[in-house]
């Protein structure tokens, strides 16, 4: 029964993986500005896991704190900007450099925690946040011989900063410490959204945008697929997941990520971007084992 329970584990976080991995083909097809984009899911998230803690009777425990709700809304706040920003690094470059980029975040973390864990950065975390930043220099397209275009670099540029706050989000789930992960992710999702709202309110004309039968599709999925259903896949797999195996399996979102570029946008890396991602993908995993 606990070998199946594990199948059944596994295949939920095989699944999650596989969804995060298209979020940037997806948005690839969606005519709608990133700040509407995060707003949205943040809002259709919210509404998906409160519904399901609702329907499938799950027991949310309540009374985490003051303190520990304002970092999650803090956190969360920092969330929606993430989202945004990542939406518009694709926008500006190809969904494989942006995923890079925003997979600098171990390593963002790692160069942090000196400053707010008081962690002793060690020999090896230091060769391997090098040989990420050499991977980055890599991806960026700069050794390739030809012209980074303006657009790509701010694209470059946007996805770095998305993994910056991301790694602020990181950071601060670990200041918090143990919360339930539905409660948590509730507050999280919905504190993005109304994070957004100020920023939609005042750099939208909302009557202005247009709303065609696509674009309302791919919303929703975002929304409820990749965020929803995602996040409960995920959830419900890691409480029966050793963290290791958790480590290993999350890298199937990059790898998803490159591999339907490639196929179905016809955006591929150069042997310099393929030796720059196995850099990036390969010192963040031996950075988390740690």
Known sequence: MKEG???SSMLMLVSAMLIFGTIGIFRKYIPLSSGLLACARGFQGTLFLFLFV???????????????VALLMVSGAVMGLNW???????????????????????????????????????????????????????????????????????????GL????????????????????AYEKTMIQLGSAALAMVPYVL?????????????SVIMLILVGF?????AYVLYFGSIEKLPAQTIA????????????????LLG???????????AFILGTAFVSERS
């Not at 900063?161 to 339930?180: E, P, R």
């Not at 005042?202 to 696509?214: F, P, Q, V």
Request: hydrophobic share 50%; net charge positive; with cysteine.
């Open 5 to 7: 329970n594990q199948k």
């Open 54 to 68: 609702i329907i499938s009777g799950k027991k949310v425990r309540h009374g985490i704190g003051g303190k520990k």
């Open 84 to 158: 945004m920003l990542l939406f518009e690094a694709y926008n500006y470059t190809t969904v494989p450099i942006a995923t890079l980029c925003y997979y600098m975040e171990p390593t963002i973390v790692i160069l942090m925690s000196p400053m707010i864990f008081q962690e002793r950065l060690t020999k090896k975390k230091i060769i391997c946040a090098l040989i990420a930043i050499v991977g980055m220099i890599f991806v960026s397209g700069i050794l390739d011989g030809n012209h980074v275009g303006t657009g790509s670099m701010k694209g470059i540029l946007f």
């Open 161 to 180: 900063a998305a993994a910056m706050l991301y790694s602020m989000v990181v950071i601060m789930n670990k200041l918090i410490g143990q919360v339930d």
């Open 202 to 214: 005042l750099t939208e004309k909302i009557t202005e945008i247009s709303w065609d039968k696509t």
């Open 225 to 229: 697929v990749h965020t929803g259903i």
């Open 248 to 263: 290993i399996f999350s890298y199937l979102d990059p790898i998803t990520a490159l591999l339907l570029a490639a196929l």
């Open 267 to 277: 955006e591929s890396l150069s042997i310099y971007g393929m030796l720059g991602a």
